[in-house]
């Protein structure tokens, strides 16, 4: 039987908001995040990062900078007892064509794939109205976070559409789900 997730967005959700991040020294956890995951891991949901990730295709870093981020975040999150089931991620400009790049679907469905999930028993969390339509996109309930740009995007039409729930940040958003389960 497929397994339900969490698909999280990377930067403003889990870890604070910087400017194309391509630098481990420049990854910082929230608060609270650590605990957050380790506690919906514990209840059967896969953790998943689903990030768009603009700076390689705008030739900002590159892919072999982006995968040194994520295995410092990995390794961050390991010493603190939290795996992540995966980390997938777009490439591409918002101006090339592609499936991925959130709010499209191709994120979700790959990890779906690969790892045998279940959208429709799953939750999307994320800081921007693009997390929201994600989840409305591929069937799972969509939680609007108000760290990194979610405070200015709680009165996005994207947010209203899909009767996000919106939460103060990840510690919060996971007590809610976990209230839901």
Not at 96 to 119: F, I, S, T, Y
């Amino acid at each position: 039987m497929p397994k339900p997730a969490i698909f999280l967005d990377r930067d403003g959700t889990l870890i604070e908001e910087r400017h194309y991040l391509s630098e481990p020294a420049q990854v910082s956890i929230f608060p609270g995040a650590i605990e957050a995951l380790s506690q919906l891991s514990q209840a059967g949901y896969a953790l998943v990062i689903v990030t768009n990730q603009s700076g390689i295709g705008r030739g900002l870093f590159t892919e072999d900078q982006l995968a040194i981020v994520h295995r410092h975040l990995e390794k961050s999150l390991a010493d603190g007892g939290v795996s992540l089931d995966g980390i997938y991620h777009c490439p591409h400009a918002p101006d090339q064509a592609c499936e991925c790049r959130k709010p499209l679907p191709g994120l979700v469905r790959r990890a779906c794939d690969d790892l045998g999930l279940d959208p429709a028993r799953s939750w999307v969390i994320g800081d921007k109205p693009a997390d929201v339509a994600l989840g409305m996109n591929v069937g799972a309930r969509p939680i609007l976070v108000l760290t990194g740009y979610g405070e200015s995007s709680r009165t996005a039409p994207e947010v209203a559409a899909a009767s996000a729930h919106i939460a103060e940040d990840l510690p919060s958003a996971t007590r809610f789900i976990l209230d839901s389960h």
